[in-house]
């Protein structure tokens, strides 16, 4: 199984849905992690510290690449459209405000 950790979009966030240490954890359980290029750049963490975690780095598609995909902030409907059919998305929908989304 896939994870996949995108760059957040949303204007003024600065988490990342997955930091680097919990990269071996699911490395261990036979999970593979690609991260966008620059995914944990406003968070503090550096592409080389999850490469060093043994995260994959791509600047590709990484919302079509996962089966799951890790997001703080819920996805703008351009990244909606990236995913493919079946994803699991884990990120704070907030439903209120993104009915549509859920």
Known sequence: M????????WEGERRVGLVPESVSPLLKIGLSVTVETGAGA???FSDDDYAQAGAEITSGNVLAA???VLK????STAEVERL????VLLALMDP????SLI
């Open 66 to 68: 996962g089966d799951v």
């Open 96 to 99: 209120a405000v993104n009915e």
């Open 72 to 75: 703080v902030r819920a996805p």
């Open 2 to 9: 896939k994870i996949a950790v995108p760059k957040e979009t």
């Open 84 to 87: 493919r059919p079946g994803t």
């Open 42 to 44: 406003s968070a503090g």
